[in-house]
């Protein structure tokens, strides 16, 4: 059974046209360390977009947290959350709808 990151993993996967879409770049990060030497390995994601900067980070642990800050004004978060434990089926699309909106400048329609 596939754990909530690799599900957000997958996800993220899909959502590649969607970005495109919006011209949202989207870079999985890379660890120098291998997972079995980390005590609670993450799958994290960095998203920019003409305004935006945003981060999602989903642990092994079922813990998440994301944000997004403005290029403008890189010293403070337009967004930011912390989930201490995510479902075991996560419905990514809901839980990252503000995220989303804002990263792509979606209107109400386009949510």
Sequence with gaps: MKRAREKFADWSKTK????KEFSVTTTFV??????????NP????????????GEVFVWESGQMEYGLIKKEDPNNYTLWNYIEKI?????????????????CELDDEQR
């Excluded at 590649?16 to 970005?19: A, G, K, Q, R, T």
């Excluded at 994290?44 to 305004?51: F, G, L, P, W, Y």
């Excluded at 479902?87 to 990514?92: G, S």
């Design 16 to 19: 590649d046209e969607f970005f």
């Design 87 to 103: 479902d075991n089926e996560p419905n990514y699309e809901a839980i990252l709808n503000d995220y989303l909106s804002l990263l």
């Design 42 to 53: 993450n799958t994290a994601i960095i998203h920019e977009s003409d305004k935006y900067m």
């Design 30 to 39: 890379k660890y120098e360390k291998s997972e079995n030497e980390i005590a």
